[in-house]
């Protein structure tokens, strides 16, 4: 009987723990929905601020709207961390054209690449080789390739439904194309766009020379996949043709910056941090609305939503709006060295880079034991349509801060009509709806919350593992 009894209440402490997780998440999901800031908040950084590039004006703004927006939350600290980062401006608008032998013209649409250096003021004119690989582009060698504009062409993978794997299969033409192809001492780099569509549109993104010296760098830029498309089927009929691109970038010096960093002193284990973040900077052709602006405002949203729903964290909670993720990744560098430095213990990093649409779930980098602690967490998330556990990487700004015995983690919203956005100019507001940006800020939330009650112990304080 006595035993009975026990099991009896241990079943009822169960499902009082379930209960109290599950109102607590639905109040979460409700303060979202019905009273949420993220929405007003992306608003201004989009439609107000625009654009973020790093070390520009617009990121200085918008530095100090975000932080002024969290001072307002009531924050127990809200404090501006400095970085140098890398300062590139794009100039004047590009303009490229084809031009066949018989001599006739056709307008493309292109942008430079983040880094790329500038044409000539009277432009580039050069023939075009086609490759889709680097492979191809060294069984050319120097003799073909000399002189000549590398065209990378080198589509996303269509058939893959992780879409973000689709774009780490190709993004390397982006990044390394110039490098490579100076190799052979081209005159320049055409790349596909990195999109998963035909449109018109061109994305920016990164690009290196690594240690190239400057008179080896050559001027890099993206174009539109319907204007690869007709590039492409042109060079088939025409190997002849000439490419004509005019751009007008350049690098200057690096300037100040800082990380906005808001923070939530914990009850019992203040020494304990857990992280929300996002990237503060954006590319420049759009206003940044799903990269990253709908990160940033989630993440600030977080930790405003612990707080509307009564939530008192035991752990101490950051949100961590970093600088310069785009191009150089020097805001979450400088954090994780300053808490590194101050011997910081962060169990837990969360964050939102991966746009503004519907959440599915999350995807955690740490050991076996932790991870299935976490999966038990699964039926809290199923009314509100959470279903994608899954171990893989987490983000490029919490990946510093990552240990043997921590976890790192990012937010997986659907994802695929991201790249129909990614860095391009239709990067805008109106393209995020806004019930989904609120169900994401709910869903970190409510990760959140569960990790400061429960901590990342596998076993401890866990009562969907005991037996």
């Known amino acids: ?53 790093s070390g520009s004006l617009n990121a ?5 709207y975000t932080k002024d927006e969290l001072e307002a939350l009531g924050l127990d600290r ?34 430079a690449l983040g880094g790329s250096v500038a044409t000539d003021a009277v432009g580039l004119t050069a023939k075009v080789v086609e490759v889709k690989n680097f492979e191809e582009l060294e069984k050319l060698g120097k003799e073909q ?63 290196t020379y690594d240690n190239l010296p400057n008179s080896k760098r050559i001027p890099s830029a993206a174009i539109s996949t319907n204007d690869a498309e007709m590039l492409s089927s042109m060079l088939a009929l025409d190997k002849n043709l000439d490419f004509y691109f005019r751009q007008n970038c350049k690098q200057m010096s690096d300037v100040e910056s800082f990380n906005v960093i808001g923070e939530m002193k914990g009850s019992k284990y203040p020494n304990e ?25 989630q993440s600030m949203e977080v930790l405003r939503l612990l707080k509307e729903s009564g939530i008192k964290p035991q752990r101490s909670i950051r949100v961590v709006l970093f600088m310069n993720e785009e191009n150089g990744l020097r805001g979450a560098t400088k954090y994780a060295e300053v808490a590194k430095a101050k011997g910081e213990n962060h169990i ?17 980098d740490c050991s076996d034991a932790v991870f299935n602690k976490i999966e038990g967490w699964k039926h809290l998330f199923k009314p509100y349509l959470i279903h994608y556990f899954e171990k893989g990487g987490s983000g490029a700004d919490v990946g510093p801060l990552k240990t043997e015995t921590n976890v790192t983690a990012g937010l997986r919203p659907d994802s695929q009509r991201y790249f129909d956005h990614h860095h391009a100019s239709n990067d805008t507001f109106d393209a995020v709806n806004k019930r989904e940006l609120e169900l994401g800020a709910a869903t970190m939330t409510s990760l959140v919350y569960l990790i400061d009650k429960y901590g990342i112990s596998p076993i401890a304080n866990n009562p969907s593992l005991k037996d």
Request: with cysteine.
């Open 1 to 53: 009987m006595k035993l009975k009894l026990v099991a009896l209440l241990f079943l009822v402490s169960l499902t009082g723990f379930a209960q109290t997780d599950e109102t607590l998440l639905k109040t979460i999901y409700t303060n979202s929905l019905t009273k949420g800031k993220s929405y007003e908040w992306l608003n201004y950084l989009s439609n107000t601020i625009g654009g973020r590039l």
């Open 60 to 64: 200085e703004r918008a530095v100090h």
């Open 78 to 111: 809200v404090w501006l961390q400095p970085v140098m980062v890398p300062r590139w401006v794009r100039g004047a608008k590009e303009y490229a054209y084809i031009k066949s032998s018989s001599g006739q013209s056709t307008t493309v649409n292109i942008c």
């Open 145 to 207: 390739i000399e002189g000549k504009i590398v065209f990378y062409n080198r589509p996303m993978q269509a058939d893959l439904i992780q879409t973000f794997e689709a774009y780490g299969g190709c993004v390397n033409q982006r990044y390394k194309g110039a490098v490579e192809a100076a190799k052979y001492n081209a005159a320049g780099v055409i790349v596909r766009s990195m999109n998963l569509r035909l449109d018109d549109l061109p994305h920016t993104g990164s690009m």
């Open 273 to 297: 941090y857990i992280i929300v973040g996002g990237h503060l900077d954006s590319w420049d052709l759009g206003d940044g609305s799903h990269d990253d602006g709908a990160g940033v405002v």
């Open 348 to 364: 837990f990093s969360l964050e939102s880079d991966a746009g503004g649409f519907t959440p599915r779930g999350f995807s955690f």
